[in-house]
């Protein structure tokens, strides 16, 4: 086996390059970072030689390094890459290194590096690997398998995980953090705090990400922005618990200052290794740009696009019934709401909750995925054929993984409800969990769902979680053990089956608006809910930052009513459809309840969305930074530059009367386009006497603009009234 100077690997590709040192006992990682470009053999020897740090006082006498595994054995004292016991024993992994697998294609195009290690004192056989993908995003796999020959007494020992986290190093410039917090309706608000000396942690126990989940953890240099500064990201690709963290020892992690990692989130005793058994761990994403957090985002959106399974076909514009209707089922109400869907341009109708048996309120019938006959006497069928008559796919929400006690499924199997022997905790949002894990109750759950899906030519499930995993332990024959695990697992096989069996098929998670969304859950659907509130001034908040994992097209905004349904706020109509327009727009608000001339405005914007959603759904997203937190300016730039959308918004009042210059971010400065505001849905109501010329002119008809004052000036912008919004489209001349 090569080692020291000469197993120097460098796997590069978008400006980014992961280079590793293939030594032993573990191999170590040298930088992670902006492309260094292609190192010759004296710089890359250069680069090993300047990874050893110094030695301290009162510390090991060796020099400490960061390896892809870091111990104790290696004088690591942070958070270990693997942590667990046999039987209170084998708390000191010390693997090493049997073999590597590097495959690196020539030119910077990425390319993917597997080290497999042997530890005789926990009796596992470990294998990490690296993959740089074409877009400079670098996932870590992290697998573990015992194997009693490495130590035959341990290895006879059930073997207890508690944690494998996959680590990179951050350099001393990486002085700040921004992670995620939120609750439901307000997902994904954004904190920030500097990198201290110490672990900034964060974990999830509420059986899946979270309303509050971390979703990103972005390290950056001193006031990174949108635009601005060096950003490193990670995201943990995985349906269940999660652990975020990063790091700073005083002694740093060998020339590195700090560290970032993420794992499973996994509860004690979830994960017990007997001779032949496996772990996967879920994949984590490592991003790094120098474009700030907009940098961050288009790598990751150029991963997802560039998926087999990525949506290609155009966003269909949806309605769905719940805030039209909620638990109302009226077969000649829900038809004359698709006769109106069909004449505003509606090319999707998803029935919402209240089909099912005895679903008439929110304590009674999951479980029971069959059509409620007194409600629905000839089934679903009749208002299927009124949506296929015009043209238009059908949908249905369900909730497979949850279950009231007051159902015939509940009734029948007791035994299913996931739960500890000594009695099944409280309720929330009046329903318990269904332990899917269970095969029986897996098997029954994957033929009523797929069932219906045949049964009514079902196009998209929207597939809902409302309430946390608490207590989430399976009764039987392992005695109570922990099974988020299991369930994750369980839902991911469920999900992939409903797919082959029904090719076409399309899926959206909500789990009670945007509290499951995550790379593990979009390996296998085809949309997101980011949230139950279609408040446009929460709304636009939260798929801006939701937008840094997820392009525009896997994102559902919807228009609500004029008062919102979760924060009773009252805002325009203009403004709820400027909203709901740069993402895969749908409908929410009740349309026999609107007025002819507000139902001919909803007619106009989804004409605007046709046109515009190509590119919104394949454009680069791009957010300016703005000193003025009441305002926001995001934006959507074809890939060739030659087309794009802006939103100038404002969410409250400011102390300040003007803007100033706004620099319009994704734009060309030695170009030259044509500007225009668009008020087909109505104009923004201003807090001013009179635009700024230059739009007074662009909103009678297209102006001229050079790019370098688009995006290297600025340019003023109205002073907009709260809770209004103004599009810009942007078209380049030359």
């Not at 700073?248 to 058994?277: H, K, W, Y």
């Not at 769902?449 to 995993?469: A, C, F, G, Q, T």
């Not at 798929?543 to 905004?557: A, K």
Request: proline letters at 6%; aromatic letters at 8%; one cysteine or more.
């Amino acid at each position: 086996m090569q080692s020291g100077d000469d197993a120097v690997l460098v796997l590069r590709a978008a400006g980014v390059s992961l280079v590793l040192q293939v030594v032993e006992p573990i191999p170590r990682i040298l930088h992670w970072g902006a492309d260094l470009g292609d190192l010759d053999a004296a710089a890359r020897s250069a680069l090993a030689l300047t990874s050893v740090p110094a030695t301290l006082n009162n510390a090991p006498d060796d020099a400490r390094a960061f390896s892809v595994l870091p111990t104790e054995f290696e004088a690591w004292s942070g958070s270990p890459a693997i942590a667990g016991n046999a039987a209170g024993r084998a708390t000191t992994p010390r693997p090493r290194l049997e073999s590597y697998t590097p495959d690196i294609p020539s030119g910077a195009r990425g390319g993917s590096v597997a080290f497999d290690f042997a530890d005789a004192v926990t009796a596992l056989r470990v294998r990490v690997v690296y993959r740089l993908d074409a877009h400079g995003v670098l996932s870590v796999d992290t697998s573990l398998v015992r194997d009693r020959a490495l130590d035959p007494e341990i290895g006879g020992l059930a073997y207890t995980l508690d944690a494998v986290t996959a680590f990179v190093p951050l350099p001393e410039r990486a002085t700040e953090l921004l992670d995620f917090t939120g609750k439901w309706c307000r997902e994904r608000s954004p904190q920030r705090s500097p990198i201290g000396l110490g672990t900034h942690l964060r974990t999830t126990r509420r059986g899946k990400p979270g309303h509050d989940s971390p979703f990103l953890f972005l390290a950056g240099t001193d006031d990174f922005g949108f635009g601005r500064g060096e950003v490193w990201a990670m995201h943990v690709a995985w349906s269940g618990d999660q652990r975020y963290l990063v790091e700073r020892l005083p002694e740093g992690a060998g020339a590195f200052t700090s560290v970032l990692g993420g794992g499973e989130s996994l509860r004690s005793g979830e994960v017990i290794l007997r001779d032949g058994d496996r772990y996967d761990a879920p994949t984590v994403l490592f991003t790094w740009s120098d474009a700030g957090i907009d940098g961050v985002a288009d790598r990751l959106h150029r991963r997802l696009r560039a998926r087999p399974g990525h949506p290609t076909s155009p966003r269909p514009l949806m309605l769905n019934t719940w805030e039209a209707v909620y638990f109302d089922h009226d077969f000649d109400r829900l038809a004359h709401l698709v006769e109106l869907a069909s004449a505003v341009g509606v090319e999707r109708i998803v029935l919402d909750d209240g089909w099912f048996h005895r679903r008439r309120h929110d304590s009674a019938g999951l479980g029971d995925w069959v059509v409620d006959e007194s409600v629905w006497p000839e089934g679903l069928d009749p208002l299927v054929d009124i949506v296929r008559s015009h043209g238009m796919q059908f949908g249905l929400w369900v909730e497979p993984e949850m279950i009231n006690l007051d159902s015939d499924l509940a009734r029948e199997h007791p035994d299913w409800v996931l739960g500890p022997g000594a009695g099944l905790g409280g309720t929330a949002r009046n329903q318990y969990v269904l332990d899917i894990a269970r095969p029986e109750a897996y098997d029954h759950l994957l033929a009523r769902i797929d069932d219906l899906v045949r049964r009514h030519r079902i196009d998209y499930l929207k597939w809902d979680h409302n309430r946390d995993l608490l207590e989430a332990v399976a009764r039987g024959t392992d005695g109570d053990r922990p099974s988020v695990r299991r369930q994750t697992l369980a839902l991911y096989r469920m999900l992939d089956e409903l797919r082959e069996r029904n090719p076409g098929l399309e899926i959206e998670t909500c789990s009670g608006g945007g509290g499951r969304i995550d790379l593990g859950i979009l390996n296998r659907t085809d949309r997101v809910w980011a949230s139950d509130c279609n408040d446009p001034v929460e709304r636009a908040q939260i798929e801006r930052w939701t937008r840094v994992l997820l392009p525009p097209e896997l994102i559902g905004s919807h228009l609500g009513s004029a008062r919102s349904h979760t924060t009773a706020r009252t805002t325009g109509l203009s403004y709820r459809l400027a909203t709901a327009l740069t993402a895969h727009a749908g409908i929410e608000q009740d349309l026999t309840a609107v007025d002819d001339a507000e139902l001919a405005t909803i007619t106009r914007w989804a004409e605007l969305y046709r046109r515009l959603r190509p590119l919104l759904h394949s454009g680069r997203v791009v957010n300016a930074d703005l000193a003025d937190d009441a305002t926001a300016l995001y934006g959507f730039v074809a890939q060739d530059g030659a087309h794009a959308l802006f939103t100038w918004t404002r969410f409250a009042t400011s102390a300040a009367g003007q803007s100033g210059r706004v620099r319009f971010p994704g734009l060309d400065a030695s170009a030259r386009y044509r500007v225009r505001i668009l008020e087909a849905l109505g104009a923004a109501s201003r807090h001013e006497s009179s635009d700024p010329e230059w739009v007074e002119r662009a909103t009678a008809g297209p102006i001229e603009v050079p790019g370098a004052v688009l995006a290297q000036a600025g340019v003023p912008l109205p002073t907009l009234n709260p809770q209004q919004a103004m599009l810009i489209e942007i078209e380049r001349t030359s």
